[in-house]
C-alpha cells in the first residue's frame, strides 16, 4: 500500500480516484503544527530555536495518516508546489517521525502544478527529495514574523495604548495606506481652466478639439488660472479663422498582457468582478480543486500562488488551436508568445494561472459552477487564450486647427481600430484612469479645411488629491516594492481589516485612527522596520535562501542585532513623549484646518480657553483632549473638525439643556472619546464624587434629546414600586446591554429605552418571570447563540457575565476580547478563543474537580532569553499576524 499525503480533503478525493486502489490519498488539513502563541517558541539565544507545537484540529488527521504509513511500504507528500507546501510536508514528516510511523517506509516529495489524472501520474513517477533550501525559507519568514510581532507589539501596548499588534509585512502595508491618506488630508485643490471647441467640417461632420497653443505658446496646464483667463482666450478663438493645420496619423500595435500571476488575477478580480484578495483565492482554490464535470472530477485550473508569467508549450498549443476554432487564423500569431516575470524576487518557476484545459469554453463549463467560479473561470480563460493572440493594429490620429495669424491652435485626438487582435476577447482594465480622448473617433480631414465654429466653452476644473488604495491597487503597489509574496496579499488585507486599523469604503481602503496612530509611532520609533527598501530586501534575501545561496540562520542573526538593539532603545521612552511627537509629526490629521479656524492656534482649548489640545489615549481609541482635565473636560474625536468659536457646543464641548428641577445643577449634553452622554452638575476639583452622567442609548436621535427627556434620562433608574411577592423593590433602568428591570439581583430585559422610561409595575413583574437570570451563572439566559461547534454539535452561546460578556460551550468558559461584541462574535472566533481557553485550563478528573499539582522539584536556573525580556506578550492579546 502507498500513502499520498495532500492538503485539503477535495484534492484527495480527486487524486484517489486518479491513482487507483494500491493508493491511500489523506488530506493533512493544511499546517499541521505551528509556532504556539507564547514568548519563547523562537529563542534567538540558542540559535534560534524554534518549538513548533501539533494543532489540537490537527490530531485526529496526525492520528490518520500515522496509522496507514505504519502498514504501507511508500509515502508521497504532495502539497503544494511552493515554500509554503514543502514546509507543511516537512511539519508532517517531521510529525510522523516523532510518532515513530516511518520504519522501513521510503519518502518521496511529488509536486503538481494542476489537478488531472496525466501531471498527478507523471509526478507519482519523478519523486524528489524533500527541498530543505525551500523549508528552511519558509521558516525564515515564519522566525522573521514572530520575532517582530512577539516584540515589537508589546512595545506598542505599553507605549500606544489602545494599539493592538505590529507585523513585518502588515505594518509596511498600512503604512502605504495611511501616507496616501495624510497626502489627501494635506492636499490643496488648485482651479485651472481648459477651452473647449466644438466645430465643424463643411461636410457638417463635428470634431471636439482643445485649445493647446495660445498666442504661440504651449499652454501649461495652470496657465489659465481663473475664468478672465478663460474668457479672454475664448474671445480669442471667436476672433480667429479656423483652419486644419496638420493632419498626424501614426499606425500603433498593442500587444496582450501576459497570462495572470497570483496578484494580477487578484487585481483583475477586484475591477471586473468586485472580488476581494480573500475571496478570489477562495474562489480560485475551489477551480484548482476541481468540479465535477459528466461524472468525472477534474481541477479546472493550475494552481494559483505563482509569480510566474510562462506556461506549458501543450498550453500554448492548445491555445493556438482554440483561437484558431473559435476566432480564425488571422486572429492566431505566426510565432507563440513567450513572457518573462518583471517581479525582481520571483518565486519558483512555477506556470501562471491557466485553465487546465482550453478546450473546456466557459459558457460550457458555466453549468457545473457556482455563478462565481464561472466568473472567475471565464476570466482565467479569457486571459490565457487572449495571452496567445494576434496583436491589436490601431490608428492614432492628431488634428492640428487654428490660426496661424493668430498663432492659436486647438487640437482633437482619436484613434481608430484596423484590426481588433487580442481586444476582440479581452482587455485589461486600468486604475484611476480618466476618460480616454484617443478613443474618439475622427472623421476623414485634409489640411486647409476650414472649420466653423459651433461652440466654445471654457470649463473650470479643480486638481485632485490622489486616490485611495484599492484591493487591486494596493497589491500592485505591494507587488511592485517587491513585499510579500502572492501567497500573503489576501492575509495581509484582512489583516488590516481585522484588526481594525482600516475599512473598505465604496471598495478603497480608509485608515482608522488608531491605524495612523500606529503607522506614525513605527515610522518615527522603527522606522527601518516599516521601510520599503527594507522590507523588499528581507524578501531577497529569503529568496536567496530558498536557493540555497544564504543560510537561514544568518539572515535572522543579522537582522535580530539590530532589531533587539532598537526595541531596547525605546525602554525610557514615555507615553507622554509619544504622544507629543504624534502630536507634531500627525497635527495635520489631528488638528485639521478648516474655514471657521481663521488662523487661530487649533492647540487652545475651545471651551475653557486656558488648556491645551493633545492627542490622548485610552483602551478603546485615541482622542483629542484638554491638558486640564479634569476641571476642563473638552474631548472631540481624533481628525474631527477643531471648530471656529465654540458655537457647535453640542458636538465639540458642554451644550447646556437647563436646570435640574429638584438639585438645580446644570444638565449639559456633551461628547467625550466613546460617544455623546448628559451630565448633571460639574466635577468638582479634589473631590472624589463624579457627577452623574448618562450614555446616550443608541436607539434614540441626537436631535431629539432636549431638556425634558434629559430630566427623564437623567432620573434613572427608577423605582417602580414593590414586588408583589417578595416585596422587594423594583427598578427600571439602562444597562450595558440595555434597557431593564431589576429585583433583588434578579433581571428581566426590557425592548426600548421609551419601555425604561414607562414601564410599569405589571409588565416589569412578567418581564421579571420571563427572565432565569439571576447572581449565578448556572440559570442565566444566554445573550446570543453564536451556533453548532464543529466539533461536539453543542452549542455555542455569549452570556452576561460580572466581568463582562465570555463564551460557554461544554463547560468552558473563554472570555470576549474588548474589541469583540456579542453582537459581532463569529463561529470562527469563538471556536478559537474556547480552544485557546482549553488548551490553557488544567486537566480535568472524570468528577470535574481540577487536579491538584504536587510540589514542584526545585529547578536549575535557566538563562532567560533577551526575546523574554524585551517581549512579554499576553496570550489572548493576539499579537502576531499572518505576515
Given amino acids: 500500500m502507498n500513502v499520498v499525503v495532500v492538503e485539503s480533503p477535495a484534492k484527495a478525493k480527486t487524486i484517489n480516484k486518479y491513482l487507483g486502489k494500491d493508493f491511500e490519498v489523506l488530506a493533512s488539513y493544511g499546517h499541521v503544527r505551528d509556532l504556539p502563541p507564547k514568548d519563547g517558541s523562537v529563542d534567538p539565544d540558542d540559535d534560534f530555536r524554534m518549538t513548533y507545537e501539533a494543532d489540537p484540529k490537527s ?37 510522523l517521525k516523532r510518532r515513530k510511523a516511518l520504519k522501513d517506509v521510503k519518502v518521496h516529495r511529488i509536486v503538481f502544478n494542476e489537478i488531472t489524472k496525466r501531471a498527478v501520474l507523471d509526478a507519482v513517477a519523478n519523486p524528489r527529495e524533500l527541498d530543505m533550501a525551500l523549508v528552511n525559507a519558509q521558516q525564515a519568514r515564519r522566525a522573521l514574523d514572530y520575532l517582530v510581532g512577539f516584540t515589537l507589539s508589546p512595545v506598542l501596548w505599553r507605549k500606544l495604548p489602545g494599539a493592538k499588534s505590529a507585523g513585518r509585512v502588515q505594518s509596511v502595508a498600512l503604512r502605504l495606506v495611511v501616507e496616501r491618506e495624510l497626502e489627501i488630508d494635506a492636499f490643496r485643490a488648485q482651479e485651472y481652466w481648459t477651452v473647449e471647441a466644438l466645430l465643424r467640417t463643411e461636410q457638417n461632420d463635428s470634431v471636439a478639439a482643445r485649445l493647446t497653443q495660445l498666442d504661440g505658446r504651449k499652454l501649461q496646464k495652470f496657465d489659465l488660472g481663473n475664468a478672465e483667463a478663460a474668457e479672454a482666450a475664448k474671445r480669442t478663438i471667436e476672433a480667429a479663422e479656423l483652419r486644419v493645420l496638420d493632419v498626424a496619423v501614426k499606425p500603433t500595435r498593442r500587444n496582450p498582457a501576459p497570462p495572470f500571476t497570483t496578484s494580477t488575477l487578484q487585481q483583475e478580480a477586484s475591477r471586473k468582478l468586485g472580488f476581494g484578495a480573500k475571496r478570489t483565492m477562495q474562489v480560485a482554490q475551489k477551480l484548482y480543486e476541481g468540479a465535477t464535470i459528466n461524472g468525472e472530477t477534474v481541477g ?71 455563478d462565481e467560479q464561472a466568473k472567475l473561470y471565464a476570466l482565467i480563460w479569457k486571459r490565457t487564450l487572449a495571452s496567445q493572440m494576434e496583436s491589436a493594429r490601431l490608428e492614432q490620429t492628431a488634428i492640428d486647427i487654428g490660426d496661424a495669424a493668430a498663432q492659436t491652435v486647438l487640437r482633437a485626438t482619436g484613434s481608430v481600430v484596423l484590426f481588433p487582435g487580442f481586444l476582440k476577447l479581452y482587455e485589461e482594465g486600468r486604475d484611476d484612469s480618466a476618460d480616454d480622448e484617443d478613443g474618439r473617433r475622427l472623421p476623414k480631414i485634409t489640411v486647409g479645411t476650414a472649420m466653423a465654429q459651433e461652440a466654445i466653452k471654457p470649463e473650470q476644473h479643480f486638481t485632485e488629491p490622489p486616490p485611495r488604495y484599492s484591493e487591486a491597487t494596493l497589491v500592485k503597489k505591494l507587488e511592485e516594492l517587491g513585499i510579500g509574496r502572492p501567497s500573503t496579499y489576501a492575509s495581509i488585507l484582512t489583516v488590516l481589516q481585522d484588526r481594525g486599523y482600516v475599512t473598505l469604503d465604496q471598495r478603497r481602503f480608509v485608515p482608522e485612527d488608531n491605524g495612523i496612530l500606529v503607522t506614525a509611532f513605527l515610522d518615527n520609533f522603527f522606522n527601518r522596520y516599516v521601510g520599503y527598501d527594507f522590507t523588499a530586501n528581507l524578501e531577497e534575501q529569503l529568496d536567496e535562501v530558498s536557493a540555497a545561496e544564504v543560510d537561514w540562520k544568518t539572515v535572522l542573526r543579522n537582522f535580530w542585532t539590530d532589531f533587539h538593539a532598537a526595541v531596547d532603545g525605546t525602554k525610557e521612552l514615555r507615553v507622554s513623549d509619544v504622544l507629543e511627537k504624534l502630536n507634531e509629526v500627525l497635527a495635520a490629521h489631528i488638528f485639521p484646518e478648516d474655514e471657521a479656524t481663521d488662523g487661530r492656534d ?214 470576549l ?58 496570550k489572548a492579546r493576539g499579537a502576531v499576524s499572518a505576515e
Wanted: charged share 30%.
Fill in 300 to 370: 479546472l485550473i493550475t494552481y494559483m500562488r505563482t509569480d510566474g508569467v510562462q506556461i506549458a508549450n501543450e498550453a500554448m498549443a492548445a491555445c493556438r488551436e482554440v483561437i484558431g476554432r473559435e476566432y480564425g487564423a488571422d486572429y492566431v500569431p505566426e510565432k507563440p508568445r513567450f513572457y518573462k516575470t518583471k517581479s525582481k524576487n520571483a518565486q519558483e518557476a512555477h506556470e501562471a494561472v491557466r485553465p487546465t484545459d482550453l478546450s473546456r469554453l466557459p459558457q460550457d463549463m458555466a453549468r457545473f459552477l457556482s
Fill in 602 to 815: 487649533l492647540r487652545v482649548c475651545p471651551t475653557c480657553g486656558d488648556g491645551r489640545l493633545s492627542l490622548k489615549t485610552s483602551r478603546y481609541g485615541a482622542f483629542i483632549g484638554c491638558n486640564k482635565y479634569p476641571e476642563c473636560r473638552y474631548t472631540r474625536p481624533l481628525g474631527a473638525p477643531a471648530g471656529g468659536n465654540g458655537e457647535d457646543a453640542a458636538e465639540e464641548g458642554p451644550k447646556l439643556l437647563g436646570q435640574d428641577p429638584e438639585s438645580g445643577a446644570d444638565m449639559t449634553l456633551r461628547k467625550g472619546p466613546y460617544g455623546h452622554y448628559l451630565q448633571l452638575g460639574e466635577a468638582v476639583p479634589k473631590e472624589k464624587k463624579k457627577p452623574k452622567r448618562v450614555s446616550i442609548p443608541k436607539d434614540i436621535e441626537l436631535e431629539n434629546v432636549d431638556f425634558a427627556l434629559a430630566v427623564r434620562l437623567l432620573s434613572l433608574p427608577r423605582d417602580l414600586g414593590p414586588h408583589p411577592e417578595t416585596g422587594k423593590p423594583i427598578r427600571a433602568g439602562l444597562g450595558r446591554y440595555g434597557p431593564y428591570v431589576e429585583c433583588d439581583g434578579k433581571y428581566g430585559r426590557l425592548t426600548s429605552t421609551e419601555e425604561a422610561l414607562t414601564v410599569g409595575l405589571n409588565r416589569a413583574v412578567d418581564a421579571l418571570a420571563q427572565s432565569k437570570s439571576g447572581r449565578g451563572r448556572g440559570g442565566a439566559e444566554p445573550l446570543r447563540i453564536v451556533g453548532t461547534h464543529p466539533e461536539s454539535g453543542q452549542n455555542i452561546a455569549v452570556m452576561s457575565g460580572r466581568y463582562g460578556p465570555y463564551l460557554k460551550h461544554d463547560g468552558i468558559n473563554a472570555t
Fill in 59 to 95: 490530531a485526529k488527521h496526525l492520528k490518520a495518516i500515522a496509522d496507514a504509513v505504519k502498514s504501507s511500504d511508500h509515502l508521497y507528500l504532495a502539497t503544494d508546489p511552493d515554500r509554503e507546501g514543502e514546509a507543511i510536508a516537512w511539519h508532517v514528516l517531521e510529525e
Fill in 817 to 874: 476580547p474588548q474589541d469583540v461584541t456579542p453582537e459581532t462574535v463569529t463561529m470562527e472566533q469563538a471556536v478559537a478563543l474556547l480552544a485557546a481557553k482549553a488548551a490553557a485550563s488544567p486537566k480535568k478528573k472524570a468528577g470535574g474537580a481540577a487536579k491538584r499539582k504536587a510540589p514542584a522539584k526545585a529547578k536549575k536556573a535557566t538563562k532567560t532569553t533577551k526575546a523574554a525580556k524585551t517581549a512579554k506578550p499576553a
